[in-house]
């Protein structure tokens, strides 16, 4: 009989880093409650005390909670629907060139193409964040109020997210949870919308069809075609999964638990077992210091025989090679096995969440001096070192530019909010050290993106038409950027026939924003 579905620690539920608990570390009880007079500089103070990490500034807090997100989400809603409400959207955004025709524009997907979830999940989180937490929002514009940025971001969540809701029949793809997850699940959690989470149900049911228990897995695609040196087609002879399907779980585990449908987490849980086997290398010959269990790279994509459920071949699509560690899919793994273990408890996924990001962290650590470069600090002083903990596209992969290597931002934005699952979930366990070990980690790797990374042609919010908020350039003479953040690598895979590298996107948007809200919902941020 399929075990039945676990909760996970969330924000309702945690009795660790959340809901004004305290935690012990180094002998030392620190209260983790924020109060609505918390400061930025107070929460920083609480961060280096608590974690024993000193590294955080006010400038951190200041560009991860700045005026200039909200604003960017809400001008390329508004830009690329208009303000009618009979406007709907039937493209979204993916890409942001950083050169050429079209820099700082994005460029757009159809409806049904699997990261569509991104952007609507942004106005969501964003409405969170003004709705739990508005202290975290500011703006410069003392004409306008939160409620009519609340309001706006209502409406434009709304008109972005009921265009994917027939995707939640669909049982030809298993990105169904990036589809879905990110704007539904807040529209069920924040909004009480019951036909979102009747949405997220059917979703999870439809993602389950392409469970295939000879193989122990979820069929990931049902053709490879977007490379030009091979082609794969024949579904009968042909089960392809990919180290990215693992985010895709966590809708499972939710609807279960919503539902009582035990086979869908049972599902999961399996599918993870069994990439953990397939997917993830054991790196025997490497070890970081202060973590004594195994370290694990990753593979990108496993072909699986129908008919016995063998491993008929190992390959990538997005990495360098099949035997490098592309990171982004190292970063996919982090957060998959991070998410799988807050719902299970189960040891093993444990075991692989942390060995992905120990090894992550070590690549990082021990990449090249000249994946470090000066930046200037805007502020007059000395420029700063910045970029170590900004991810290579592919960490195996030769640089053809050592003055400019070619990074992967969202790979490190996706590790970061994997990690930040993890030490919630070891600290709501009693394993404070360790949990202090990845929340450390995830602070530099974002810290260090947004020094590196973040765009700096800035936005603006103001009071619009009919006092509807708005957004306007923080300098009209500069070349609009879009997107919050810079430097992302959709694949620069030598056969890949989309290959596109250096530029904005959508989903390190997404995690960015997401690693915000959840550091607030860890009782630490702008708030």
């Given at each position: 009989?399929?075990?039945?579905?676990?909760?996970?620690?969330?924000?309702e539920?945690?009795n660790?880093?959340?809901?004004?608990?305290?935690?012990?570390?180094?002998?030392?009880?620190?209260?983790?409650?924020?109060?609505?007079?918390?400061?930025?500089?107070a929460?920083?103070?609480?961060?280096?005390?608590?974690?024993?990490?000193g590294?955080?500034?006010?400038?951190?807090?200041?560009?991860?909670?700045?005026?200039?997100?909200?604003?960017?989400?809400?001008?390329?809603?508004?830009?690329?629907?208009?303000?009618?409400?009979?406007?709907?959207?039937?493209f979204?955004?993916?890409?942001?060139?950083?050169?050429?025709?079209?820099?700082?524009?994005y460029?757009?997907?159809?409806?049904?193409f699997?990261?569509?979830g991104?952007?609507?999940?942004?106005?969501?989180?964003?409405?969170?964040?003004?709705?739990?937490?508005?202290?975290?929002?500011g703006?410069?514009?003392?004409?306008?109020?939160?409620?009519?940025?609340?309001?706006?971001?209502?409406?434009?969540?709304?008109?972005?997210?009921?265009?994917l809701?027939?995707?939640a029949?669909?049982?030809?793809?298993?990105?169904?949870?990036?589809?879905?997850?990110?704007?539904?699940?807040?529209r069920?959690e924040?909004?009480?919308?019951?036909?979102?989470?009747?949405?997220?149900?059917t979703?999870?049911?439809?993602?389950?069809s392409?469970?295939?228990?000879?193989?122990?897995?979820?069929r990931?695609?049902?053709?490879?075609?977007?490379?030009?040196?091979?082609?794969?087609?024949?579904?009968?002879?042909?089960?392809?999964?990919?180290i990215?399907?693992?985010?895709?779980?966590?809708?499972?585990?939710?609807?279960a638990?919503?539902?009582?449908?035990?086979?869908?987490?049972?599902?999961a849980?399996?599918?993870?077992k069994?990439?953990?086997?397939?997917?993830?290398?054991?790196?025997?010959?490497?070890?970081?210091?202060?973590?004594?269990?195994?370290?694990y790279?990753?593979c990108?994509?496993?072909?699986?025989?129908?008919?016995?459920?063998?491993?008929q071949?190992?390959r990538?699509?997005?990495?360098?090679?099949?035997?490098?560690t592309w990171?982004?899919?190292?970063?996919?793994?982090?957060?998959?096995?991070?998410?799988?273990?807050?719902w299970?408890?189960d040891?093993?996924?444990?075991?692989?969440?942390?060995?992905?990001?120990?090894?992550?962290?070590?690549?990082?650590?021990?990449?090249?001096?000249?994946?470090?470069?000066?930046?200037s600090?805007?502020?007059?002083?000395?420029?700063?070192?910045?970029?170590?903990y900004?991810p290579?596209?592919d960490?195996?992969?030769?640089?053809?530019?050592?003055?400019?290597?070619?990074?992967?931002?969202?790979?490190?934005?996706?590790?970061?909010?994997?990690?930040?699952v993890?030490?919630?979930?070891?600290?709501a366990r009693?394993?404070?050290?360790?949990?202090?070990?990845?929340?450390?980690?995830?602070?530099?790797i974002?810290d260090?993106?947004?020094k590196?990374?973040?765009?700096?042609?800035?936005?603006?919010?103001?009071?619009?038409?009919?006092?509807?908020?708005?957004?306007?350039?923080?300098?009209?003479?500069?070349?609009m950027?879009?997107?919050?953040?810079?430097?992302?690598?959709?694949?620069?895979?030598?056969?890949?026939l989309?290959?596109?590298?250096?530029?904005?996107?959508?989903?390190?948007?997404?995690y960015?924003?997401?690693?915000?809200?959840?550091?607030?919902?860890?009782?630490?941020?702008?708030?």
């Open positions: 009989m399929p075990p039945a579905a676990i909760e996970p620690e969330s924000s539920m945690s660790g880093l959340l809901n004004g608990t305290s935690l012990k570390t180094n002998g030392d009880i620190h209260d983790t409650k924020w109060s609505e007079s918390s400061s930025q500089e929460n920083s103070v609480s961060l280096k005390q608590s974690w024993g990490w590294g955080l500034y006010a400038d951190f807090y200041r560009d991860l909670y700045a005026e200039n997100i909200t604003a960017k989400i809400m001008h390329v809603a508004q830009r690329y629907t208009g303000t009618n409400a009979s406007d709907i959207p039937t979204y955004p993916e890409i942001v060139p950083q050169s050429g025709d079209n820099e700082g524009q460029k757009h997907r159809p409806v049904d699997w990261t569509s991104f952007f609507p999940g942004s106005i969501y989180l964003l409405l969170e964040r003004s709705t739990r937490y508005p202290k975290s929002m703006h410069q514009d003392t004409r306008l109020t939160l409620s009519q940025v609340r309001d706006e971001l209502e409406v434009l969540g709304k008109r972005w997210s009921d265009p809701r027939r995707m029949h669909r049982t030809d793809t298993h990105d169904l949870g990036f589809m879905v997850m990110p704007h539904m699940r807040l069920w924040l909004c009480h919308e019951r036909d979102a989470l009747e949405n997220i149900k979703a999870a049911v439809s993602l389950y392409r469970f295939d228990a000879r193989v122990g897995a979820i990931s695609w049902d053709a490879l075609l977007f490379l030009d040196n091979v082609q794969i087609r024949d579904k009968s002879s042909n089960f392809l999964v990919i990215d399907s693992l985010c895709n779980l966590e809708m499972l585990y939710y609807a638990a919503h539902t009582g449908y035990g086979y869908l987490a049972e599902a849980t399996t599918h993870a069994t990439l953990k086997r397939t997917h993830l290398r054991k790196e025997l010959s490497h070890k970081r210091p202060g973590y004594e269990g195994a370290l790279s990753t990108h994509v496993v072909n699986f025989s129908p008919a016995t459920g063998h491993i071949e190992v990538t699509a997005q990495g360098y090679s099949r035997d490098t990171s982004r899919g190292q970063g996919w793994a982090i957060l998959g096995y991070a998410q799988s273990f807050a299970t408890g040891e093993e996924l444990l075991d692989a969440a942390c060995g992905l990001a120990e090894y992550f962290l070590l690549r990082l650590e021990s990449a090249p001096a000249y994946v470090e470069i000066l930046q600090t805007g502020d007059g002083s000395a420029p700063q070192k910045a970029g170590r900004v290579l596209w960490f195996d992969a030769p640089v053809e530019d050592i003055q400019a290597p070619l990074r992967d931002v969202s790979a490190g934005v996706i590790a970061a909010n994997g990690m930040l993890l030490a919630q979930a070891l600290t009693g394993q404070h050290e360790r949990a202090k070990r990845y929340l450390g980690s995830a602070l530099r974002v260090d993106t947004l590196f990374s973040l765009s700096q042609q800035k936005m603006r919010l103001q009071t619009g038409a009919n006092g509807i908020a708005s957004a306007v350039p923080c300098n009209e003479d500069e070349v950027f879009e997107s919050v953040l810079r430097n992302s690598t959709v694949s620069w895979h030598e056969h890949n989309s290959a596109s590298g250096d530029h904005g996107l959508v989903y390190a948007d997404y960015l924003i997401e690693f915000g809200n959840r550091l607030l919902q860890l009782g630490y941020g702008n708030i």
